[in-house]
Nanobody, 113 residues
Framework: VQLQASGGGLVQAGGSLRLSCVSSGRIFSINVMGWYRQAPGKQRELVALVSSGGSTTYVDSVKGRFTISRDNTNTAYLHMNSLKPEDTAVYYC?????????WGQGTHVTAPA
């Protein structure tokens, strides 16, 4: 499985962005897709997950502002609204099958104060 993330950028605090993650290869094996982020000097953290059945999980800090979704081609999206400076990070797409975690390259999101 290969993952290609896109959609990051520079946006004013309060603005919105949509990240996309296109998967290729053995996409039929993918169960869970998600987004993680890593801010400078901090550990990578989970942002949101979506299962093959559509169940979603969010870190508390983004609940009500971010929405994760996926389509039937196993492309995952992260709609980010009301961005805050603390959302500034490199965002990584992730996909899991029964045995392996797959990672895309990071995409930078910057929301300066």
């Amino acid at each position: 499985v290969q993952l290609q993330a896109s959609g990051g950028g520079l946006v004013q605090a309060g603005g919105s962005l949509r990240l996309s993650c296109v998967s290729s290869g053995r996409i039929f094996s993918i169960n869970v897709m998600g987004w993680y982020r890593q801010a400078p000097g901090k550990q990578r953290e989970l942002v949101a997950l979506v299962s093959s059945g559509g169940s979603t999980t969010y870190v508390d800090s983004v609940k009500g502002r971010f929405t994760i979704s996926r389509d039937n081609t196993n492309t995952a999206y992260l709609h980010m609204n009301s961005l805050k400076p603390e959302d500034t990070a490199v965002y990584y797409c992730n996909a899991k099958d029964r045995v392996t975690d797959y990672w895309g390259q990071g995409t930078h999101v910057t929301a300066p104060a």
